[in-house]
T-cell receptor
Framework: GAGVSQSPSNKVTEKGKDVELRCDPI?????LYWYRQSLGQGLEFLIY????????KSGLPSDRFSAERTGGSVSTLTIQRTQQEDSAVYLC????????????????FGSGTRLTVV | GEDVEQSLFLSVREGDSSVINCTYT??????LYWYKQEPGAGLQLLTY?????DMKQDQRLTVLLNKKDKHLSLRIADTQTGDSAIYFC???????????FGKGTMLLVSP
């Protein structure tokens, strides 16, 4: 598609439920990133996928968080047994990766999913 | 301290210049970026500068980089109410594929 698409745009869930957030990156972008944006906390890196390499999961805050990327394209971020502190905007971004590509072009972000845990 | 630091809030009047500042700690930073986030939207890349440059100008935007002091600034000339948004500074580092972001500066432009 023309941009990075995320769904749903808003999600309200009860504490303890599982949620799935979806990201559809720009066609041809090999790298995909998930960030979390909380009020006053800026952007917190969660996970990074690049091609067929093992993902960089170093930013996931707990084992309740997991993500997968199927066929090198669409990614799903899953949060199990949601807690109130999981409430945030979850942003997905994609980029080309190659000589100078990420550095020059940076990321293209989606509009995010606003997750509210009640 | 944080890897990338920004002041949290800036208020200006329409027509004035705005200067948003950012400091970073890693001397291996290769590119530095400014992103803009409008309410309810994702981040939009505004401009970037390579670490061996001192200045970059793009229409109303001027980026200044002081590599010695690890200080980056974004100047917006003739600020408009439509410039009201959160501005994020970010850096990329040699050998890393992820960007490190500051916490963002909220710019409020009043008529």
């Amino acid at each position: 598609g023309a941009g990075v698409s995320q769904s749903p745009s808003n999600k309200v869930t009860e504490k303890g439920k599982d949620v799935e957030l979806r990201c559809d990156p720009i066609s041809g972008h090999t790298a995909l990133y998930w960030y979390r944006q909380s009020l006053g906390q800026g952007l917190e890196f969660l996970i990074y996928f690049q091609g067929n390499s093992a993902p960089d999961k170093s930013g996931l805050p707990s084992d309740r968080f997991s993500a997968e990327r199927t066929g090198g394209s669409v990614s799903t971020l899953t949060i199990q047994r949601t807690q109130q502190e999981d409430s945030a905007v979850y942003l997905c971004a994609s980029s080309l990766v190659g000589t100078g590509a990420i550095e020059v072009r940076g990321y293209t972000f989606g509009s995010g999913t606003r997750l509210t845990v009640v | 301290g944080e890897d990338v630091e920004q002041s949290l809030f800036l208020s200006v009047r329409e027509g004035d210049s705005s200067v948003i500042n950012c400091t970073y700690t890693d001397s291996s930073s290769t590119y530095l970026y400014w992103y803009k986030q409008e309410p309810g939207a994702g981040l939009q890349l505004l401009t970037y500068i390579f670490s061996n440059m001192d200045m970059k100008q793009d229409q109303r935007l001027t980026v200044l980089l002081n590599k010695k002091d690890k200080h980056l600034s974004l100047r917006i000339a003739d600020t408009q109410t439509g410039d009201s948004a959160i501005y994020f500074c970010a850096e990329s580092r040699s050998g890393y594929s992820t960007l490190t972001f500051g916490k963002g500066t909220m710019l409020l432009v009043s008529p």
